[in-house]
Every structure is written in C-alpha cells, then in structure tokens.
C-alpha cells in the first residue's frame, strides 16, 4: 500500500503543480462563460462514459479468475458499446446545444465524443495495470499525458483558440492514456459482444454500475441544472469553486483510493483484516482533513487571487462553504474501495442512494427555492 501511494503521489502533487499552472493560464484568456459551457458537456459526457463501463473495470481488478479469454471478450464489448455511444453522443449534440439555447456546445459536444470512445475502449488495459499492481507506470503515464496535455491547451489559447482550448486537453489525454495501455497489455478485438464473460462479473459489475449512475447525479445535477436555470456565467464561478474544492479531495484521497481497492481486494476473505487496515487509513485522513478545511476557510480569497485573478472573486464565498465538506469527503471518499475489496458493491449501492437523495434534494432546494450560488452550496 505504502509503495503504490508513493508513486502515485509522486505523480499526483506534480500533477497539482501543473493542473494550477495550466487552470491558472487558461482562466486568465479565457472567460467564466466558455469554462461553464465545457463544464456542462464534461458533465454529459461523464455520464454516457458510465454506461460504456458498466462496472468492468473494478470487477476485472477483484475477480481472480478471468482468463485471457475472458479479457478479449470484455476489451471487445468496451470497443463495441463505445461505438455506440460515441454515435449516440455525438447525435445528442443538437438537442443538447438547444436544450441550453448555446449554439457552440454543438461543436464542442461532437469534438468531445472522440474522447469517450478512447476512455471505453481503455477501460480494459487500464485495469489490467491496477490489478497487476502496476502504480510506478502509473504514476509516470498519468503525469507525462498531463504535461503533454497541458502544454498543447496553453499554446493553443495564446493562440487564439479560445473555447476549444478548454477542450484539447481531455481529448489528447484520453487517445494517449489508451495508446500507453494498449501498449502495456494489448488485447485482441473480437466480433463478439462477450456475453459469457459477463456473466461471470455481472454480479459485482451490476450494483457497481447502478452505484455510478447514481453517483453521477449527487455529484453532477448542480452543474447541469445551474447551467440550465442560471445561467453559463454562474455556472463558471460554481465551477471553479467546485474543481478548487476537489483539488485536496482529488490530490489526497484519489492518491490512496486506486491503491487500495488492487492491495485490499485479497484480504476479501478476511473482513476483520480488512476492517483493521481500513481504520489506520481513517486515523491519516482524519489528521489531514479536518485541518485542511480550516485553511481553506480562512485562505478562500487569497487562494483565488493567486490562481485565477480578479474577475472570479465572485466565487469565493461559494468555494469558502464547499471547503467545509472537505475533511468530511477525504475520510468518506475512500469507502468505495472497501466495499469493492470486500466483494459488497451491493451496501455501496444502498450507501450511495442515501448519499443521492440528500444531495439532490439540497441542490434542487437551493435552485429552485433560494435561487444563489451560496444556497445550492
């Protein structure tokens, strides 16, 4: 566990450098209302991204079984259903630009469906290297696809590309990711939809794909609907609150979490094990957490001057309210990945219910009955 979160946060607060780097140049060329309607289609996309998954990838990283076989049938199923829905998502991008009356998200919706087919058709290789443990790869992909990303979206807005900017990096990221894993653990594709092979996970895969989908909507109404009935620039200072809330959450959590499920999934038939290494992890992000929210609180201005300049202070207080959750999500973050190491996708499903229907229904309160940023927060 100590070998993989070291790799991983080598790449991780690297990564954090440079993703400051790079928001904090682009936020500077471009305007709130671009980064809210990329926001809004990133949104979308993540969730058509779901059902192209379905759960594969975390049931091919507990199942000890699967044989190669197995593997070509499910890479080949990813391959197949990511046609599918690149198609589908692609076709979305007309009702999509005039649900939200914004003619440019018709362009930036089709550019953006060549990612979602990369993303499914990396879903198979990319859990291959978590189940063989594989975090010092890992780490160095993530960060040389993040640099190479990030350099191509400054020099494409210094030179004028504006909204598109936004975009080039999610979709240079996601054709790299896949050609580094293909790479590391190539499969053959196969005319098949691999239905055998997924008998063999449904179990797991299901409640972990119904998990996702819920998960999507506590995690992503607030944006869809902020966009929808308050407008683009709102939305880009929730936005940016946001993605600065997430950024210790994403950077702490998400640098333990991946490791977690690979290493704890063979403790699966000993929950007493699991339950004791689980708890020493609580004790450190407890001890991390809490105070960091304190900071953040205190420091929410200076931290937005800093990063993105004067013309989004209209976000701090929304950021300050967020950054109260934070110690919270950093301890509770990383349950996903017991209840996946203990073979129980089916109490994350019942967990992930509650979680969404107070979530959803603070979200629809604060729009509809309070109307401000602040209340949706």
């Known amino acids: 566990l100590l070998s993989g979160v070291f790799y991983t946060a080598i790449a991780k ?21 671009k980064f809210g309607i990329v926001a809004v289609v990133t949104v979308i996309t993540f969730f058509f ?10 049931a091919i990283i507990q199942n000890k079984e699967l044989q190669q076989k197995d ?37 930036i919706t089709q550019l953006l469906a060549i990612n979602l ?13 978590y189940k063989a443990k594989a975090f010092k790869f890992l780490a160095w992909r993530s960060l040389g ?8 979206a400054i020099l494409a807005a210094l030179g004028g590309a504006g909204l598109y900017a936004l975009i080039i990096n999610p979709i240079l990221s996601s054709i790299l990711l896949f050609i580094i894993s293909y790479q590391k653990y190539p499969q053959t594709l196969e005319m098949t939809w691999g239905i055998p092979s997924i008998r063999k996970i449904f179990k797991f895969s299901a409640y972990q794909f119904i998990f996702n989908i819920i998960n999507y909507f506590s995690r992503n109404l607030d944006k869809l609907l902020i966009g929808k009935y308050m407008g683009m620039s709102p939305l880009g200072y929730y936005e940016k609150s946001y993605r600065l809330m997430m950024l210790p959450l994403q950077n702490i959590t998400h640098v333990i979490s991946p490791v977690m499920h690979p290493i704890f ?37 200076e931290i937005t001057l800093i990063l993105f300049g004067d013309q989004w202070m209209p976000s701090v207080p929304v950021f300050q309210i967020l950054s109260i959750s934070v110690g919270i999500q950093i301890i509770l973050s990383t349950s996903g990945s017991i209840f996946q190491a203990a073979n129980d996708t089916k109490s994350l499903f019942i967990c992930g219910v509650f979680s969404t229907l107070l979530n959803v229904s603070g979200i629809v309160i604060g729009i509809f009955v309070f109307k401000t940023l602040e209340a949706i927060a």
């Open 265 to 301: 999934s063979g403790f699966q038939d000993d929950l007493h094990k699991l339950a004791d290494s689980y708890e020493k992890v609580i004790h450190i992000l407890a001890f991390i957490g809490l105070p960091l929210s304190a900071l953040l609180w205190f420091s929410a201005r």
């Open 71 to 107: 593997l070509n049938q499910l890479f080949s199923f990813t391959v197949w259903s990511g046609c599918i829905l690149t198609l589908l998502f692609f076709l979305c991008s007309w009702p999509i630009s005039f649900f939200y009356k914004e003619p440019s998200m018709k362009t």
């Open 49 to 58: 991204s779901i059902f192209s998954d379905l759960g594969i990838g975390a």
């Open 117 to 129: 087919f990369f993303a499914s058709a990396n879903i198979v290789p990319n859990a291959l290297l």
């Open 145 to 152: 696809v993040q640099v190479s990303g990030g350099i191509i």
């Open 13 to 33: 607060y690297s990564g954090i450098l440079i993703s400051l780097i790079i928001t904090g140049v682009l936020a500077r060329l471009i305007s709130p209302d």
